[in-house]
Structures are given as C-alpha cells and as structure tokens.
C-alpha cells in the first residue's frame, strides 16, 4: 500500500508539470486596451499606494477629463490648460498640466523631484474692492491733480511754464547759488521742452474751447517739443516712479481685503465685476498675469526652506503688481499724449469745438474759465504762424486743384488718341504671329529641347511633393491607429492637486 501510494503521487506531480509547461508555451494574449503613449496618471488620482509607499500594482485606469478653468495659461509642453505653477522653473517653463508636470518632476529626477509646484485656483477672481481699486485708482488720480492745477502765470504772456524744472532750479538755487549758474543753459533747454507738453494739453482749452484762434503751425511745434518731453522724463522717469508707488498701494489693498468675503456668486455684483476686469484687461492681457495659486502641497524641508518660500510667495506678488501697474500707466502716457492732438485737430479741421465746449462747461473746473492769468479777449490768432501759413497752404490747395481740373479737361482726347494708337498696332499683330509661327516650326527641335529642360525640374518637383504627401498619409494613417503604444508612468511626491 505505501508503494502505491508513492506511485500515484509521483504521476499527479508528472501532471502538474506537464499543465504547468503547456500554460508557459501559450503565447501572451493581445491586451484590450491600452493607454496612449507617455500616459502619466497621477499617483495621487489612480493608483493605490502600498504600505511601504511604493504604487501598487493595479489597472490602468480612464484618464480624468479636466474640469474647464477659469485662466488664460497654458502648459508649455503640451499647449493644454495649465494646472501647476512652478516657482523653480525657468522662464517660459513655469506653466504646466498634471502629465507634463509628473514627467518634469519625477522622483528619480533629484534636482527638480522636490520643486516648489503651486496649484492655480479655478477661480481667478479677485474681492470687489480691489477691482475698483485697480480700474479708478489712475483716472481719479489725474482727476484730482486736474482739479488742483490751472492756467499758470505768464502764460499769455510767453513765459516758458515749466513747474518741475521749477522745482529742480530752486533746489539747485538752495544748495549752493554759484552752481546753479553753471547749470543754468541746462535748465532753460530742459524748461523749453516741459513748456511744450504743458501747452499742448492748456492750448486744449484756451485756443480751441475758449476760444477759436489755434493753427497747424503752433500744434506742430507744440507736438514736437512735446513728444521730447513724452520720450524723456515721462516715459523714463514719471513712469518708474509712480510704477512703484502703485504697486505698493495696490499690494497693500490686496493683502488687507484678503479676509473680506467674496462677492463672486453675488447676482449684483457678480456681473458689474466681469465688466470691470473685462475692461481692465483691455490694457493687459490676461495671458500675461501671475496666476493666483494655492500654496504648495509639499510640506517645508526646514525653517530656511519656509522662510525663503513665503518671502518669496509675497515678492511675486508685488512684482505683477508692479508689471501690470507699468503696463497700465505706459498706456495712460501715451493717451494722454495723443488725446490733446486728436481734439485740436477735430476742432481745426472738423469745426467741433462747440461740442467739446458744451462737454468743457460740465467737466473743466472753474479756475480754468475764471482764471486771473489770463485774459481770453486778449487771445487771438497768431498773424504770421497762423493766418499768413494758413493762407499759403489755401493757396496751395486751390493751385492743386485748378491743375487737376485742368489735366481732367484735356483727358478725354488723350484717352481717345491712346486708344485708337492701341488699336492701329493690334490690327497688324496677326502678321507678327505668322512670322513667329515660321521661326517656330523651322526651329522645333531647339523649341522642344528647350521645353523638355524647363520640364524636368518641374516634373521632379511636384513628383517629390506628392510622394512626400503619400508618405504623410500613410504615417498619419499609423500614428491614428490603436496599436504600437508603449505606456509610461511617472511617480511624482505631493502632485499639487485643487481638490
């Protein structure tokens, strides 16, 4: 019995052998599915994590659709939305969706595996306040210092109006008296061109709403020592300057507002703040703002770590501030450096000072029309600069169009001479044709020589153009397909996730 039983176990074992060698010779079946290539699935979404922390093996799943945000970014791998803002990244490479930014950031990457990566919020709106802050902070700025200023003394009298230059001459002066003697040419230069870009916006009003008495000549001089002094110290100083000064202000709103609650699913303030920011964003592109983000996922590596993160959170901050101040008053310049030009010219050659007039009486204050510096009766059109060019450049018109009406009398016999000259020569154009026949066929094999060899090169080309066509067809065709995919994954620590 003992040997039996030996037997009978030695024979299951032979089976199971043999099973276990006819299950290793089958071939692999095809999978039934499979993913497309570089596929990167986010550990923290679709893979279970095992006890020693390492992905644990389990089906690939669907790639989650990515909700629609509401940014104007995109990933510079890709070009998809961007999803992770990275503060470590060069620049240009700062924007990317959660699969280029497993690829960038893998673990076994140790340079870039601990990068401090920013989720961009949804929501990219701002409070209320901050808004309004950022869209009437400029036009009521320059409200007031209109309202503060008016028509300065000596101005009808000639005198250069130059205030800041004043400014830097007393300065100059209380220092030390002798050395504002040595700069004193410097100043008259530069007193010049300021003079010139008060006048444009002040002639606005005296030559062409008081009264009607401005010309061409004066607007082209004025214009010109103005656009100096536009290119100079507005463009290159003012701008600078009152750049940080709103940068600083408005980064001060931003962080005081940011415990206030959020109007945003307010039904009446909802949509006048869209408006607000749609027409900020005429200044600015929305593509060129900082995103607002989320702090990072990955924990501090050590106090120097937290420190240097936050202090640079808050600097990146000021710096949009600063951009976007700059962008807002480089357009604020170069308006206010246009619109005196546009309304003296509608008023010169458009006769539509009666309307600015009307709109002057509600707007202009009222040291502007009752100034003591100047007497607008006294204000009249300058006889030389003015009246005496005018009427050259009149002149000059008429003489203008007094030829052209006078080349237009003689046109219709010229036009007839021309046409009959034309047609006389195309009435012995078939003689000519004949002659070319008779050369042609005397000469056929030099002709069809000639034609084979212009032929070829255009033959090859356009054969090469299409096979290179019929090659891009079939790798279109195979890159298409559902086959030849080779998966990848990526392993990435604290994917900086909205949810």
Same mark, same amino acid.
């Given at each position: 019995?003992?040997?039996?039983? +030996?037997?009978?176990? /030695? &024979?299951? %074992?032979?089976?199971?052998?043999? $099973?276990? *060698?006819?299950? #290793? =010779?089958?071939?692999?079946?095809?999978?039934?599915?499979?993913?497309?290539?570089?596929?990167?699935?986010? +550990?923290?979404?679709? /893979? &279970?994590? %095992?006890?020693?922390?390492?992905? $644990?093996? *389990?089906?690939? #799943? =669907?790639?989650?659709?990515?909700?629609?945000?509401?940014?104007?970014?995109?990933?510079?791998?890709?070009?998809?939305?961007?999803?992770?803002?990275?503060?470590?990244?060069?620049?240009?490479?700062?924007?990317?969706?959660?699969?280029?930014?497993?690829?960038?950031?893998?673990?076994?990457?140790?340079?870039?595996?601990?990068?401090?990566?920013?989720?961009?919020?949804?929501?990219?709106?701002?409070?209320?306040?901050?808004?309004?802050?950022?869209?009437?902070?400029?036009?009521?700025?320059?409200?007031?210092?209109?309202?503060?200023?008016?028509?300065?003394?000596?101005?009808?009298?000639?005198?250069?109006?130059?205030?800041?230059?004043?400014?830097?001459?007393?300065?100059?002066?209380?220092?030390?008296?002798?050395?504002?003697?040595?700069?004193?040419?410097?100043?008259?230069?530069?007193?010049?061109?300021?003079?010139?870009?008060?006048?444009?916006?002040?002639?606005?009003?005296?030559?062409?709403?008081?009264?009607?008495?401005?010309?061409?000549?004066?607007?082209?001089?004025?214009?010109?020592?103005?656009?100096?002094?536009?290119?100079?110290?507005?463009?290159?100083?003012?701008?600078?300057?009152?750049?940080?000064?709103?940068?600083?202000?408005?980064?001060?709103?931003?962080?005081?507002?940011?415990?206030?609650?959020?109007?945003?699913?307010?039904?009446?303030?909802?949509?006048?703040?869209?408006?607000?920011?749609?027409?900020?964003?005429?200044?600015?592109?929305?593509?060129?703002?900082?995103?607002?983000?989320?702090?990072?996922?990955?924990?501090?590596?050590?106090?120097?770590?937290?420190?240097?993160?936050?202090?640079?959170?808050?600097?990146?901050?000021?710096?949009?501030?600063?951009?976007?101040?700059?962008?807002?008053?480089?357009?604020?310049?170069?308006?206010?450096?246009?619109?005196?030009?546009?309304?003296?010219?509608?008023?010169?050659?458009?006769?539509?000072?009666?309307?600015?007039?009307?709109?002057?009486?509600?707007?202009?204050?009222?040291?502007?029309?009752?100034?003591?510096?100047?007497?607008?009766?006294?204000?009249?059109?300058?006889?030389?600069?003015?009246?005496?060019?005018?009427?050259?450049?009149?002149?000059?018109?008429?003489?203008?169009?007094?030829?052209?009406?006078?080349?237009?009398?003689?046109?219709?016999?010229?036009?007839?001479?021309?046409?009959?000259?034309?047609?006389?020569?195309?009435?012995?154009?078939?003689?000519?044709?004949?002659?070319?026949?008779?050369?042609?066929?005397?000469?056929?094999?030099?002709?069809?020589?000639?034609?084979?060899?212009?032929?070829?090169?255009?033959?090859?080309?356009?054969?090469?153009?299409?096979?290179?066509?019929?090659?891009?067809?079939?790798?279109?065709?195979?890159?298409?397909?559902?086959?030849?995919?080779?998966?990848?994954?990526?392993?990435?620590?604290?994917?900086?996730?909205?949810?």
């Amino acid at each position: 019995m003992p040997k039996k039983d +030996a037997e009978k176990k /030695k &024979e299951q %074992s032979q089976r199971d052998k043999a $099973a276990a *060698s006819e299950t #290793k =010779a089958q071939p692999p079946q095809p999978p039934t599915q499979t993913l497309p290539e570089k596929t990167i699935v986010p +550990a923290a979404e679709t /893979k &279970e994590t %095992s006890a020693a922390g390492a992905p $644990a093996p *389990s089906a690939a #799943k =669907a790639e989650k659709k990515e909700e629609p945000g509401d940014w104007w970014w995109k990933c510079w791998r890709c070009g998809k939305k961007a999803k992770v803002f990275c503060v470590d990244g060069k620049k240009g490479e700062e924007y990317l969706c959660h699969r280029c930014c497993a690829f960038e950031h893998e673990y076994d990457f140790k340079k870039v595996r601990f990068n401090s990566l920013e989720a961009i919020n949804p929501k990219q709106t701002t409070s209320i306040i901050l808004a309004l802050v950022d869209a009437f902070v400029l036009p009521v700025t320059i409200w007031y210092l209109i309202r503060q200023t008016g028509i300065p003394e000596g101005y009808n009298d000639g005198v250069d109006v130059c205030p800041l230059i004043d400014q830097g001459r007393s300065l100059v002066f209380s220092i030390d008296a002798g050395l504002s003697l040595y700069t004193k040419h410097y100043f008259m230069s530069a007193c010049n061109i300021e003079d010139g870009y008060v006048r444009l916006w002040i002639d606005v009003f005296v030559r062409n709403i008081a009264t009607n008495t401005d010309s061409l000549f004066l607007l082209a001089v004025t214009a010109f020592r103005a656009q100096l002094y536009h290119k100079i110290v507005i463009r290159m100083v003012f701008v600078p300057i009152a750049m940080i000064f709103q940068a600083i202000f408005l980064a001060l709103v931003y962080f005081l507002t940011l415990g206030l609650p959020n109007l945003e699913d307010n039904k009446f303030v909802a949509p006048f703040q869209r408006k607000l920011t749609k027409w900020v964003d005429q200044v600015q592109a929305p593509s060129k703002r900082l995103p607002n983000t989320l702090t990072r996922s990955r924990p501090s590596m050590q106090y120097k770590d937290f420190f240097s993160y936050n202090y640079g959170r808050i600097t990146r901050q000021f710096r949009w501030f600063k951009q976007s101040a700059g962008n807002r008053l480089e357009a604020l310049s170069q308006v206010a450096f246009r619109i005196p030009i546009c309304i003296r010219l509608c008023c010169m050659m458009l006769q539509m000072g009666w309307i600015f007039a009307a709109i002057a009486k509600i707007v202009v204050p009222d040291q502007f029309w009752n100034s003591p510096n100047i007497n607008f009766a006294q204000v009249s059109k300058d006889t030389y600069s003015g009246l005496l060019l005018e009427s050259i450049g009149k002149w000059a018109m008429h003489f203008v169009f007094r030829q052209a009406s006078t080349v237009a009398a003689y046109t219709p016999p010229i036009v007839i001479r021309t046409v009959t000259f034309i047609t006389r020569d195309i009435l012995g154009l078939p003689g000519m044709f004949i002659t070319a026949r008779d050369i042609l066929l005397e000469n056929y094999v030099a002709v069809l020589c000639v034609v084979i060899v212009l032929a070829i090169p255009w033959a090859a080309r356009r054969r090469l153009k299409q096979y290179e066509a019929s090659q891009l067809r079939n790798f279109n065709e195979q890159a298409a397909d559902k086959f030849n995919f080779t998966t990848y994954e990526a392993r990435m620590k604290w994917m900086p996730l909205v949810n």
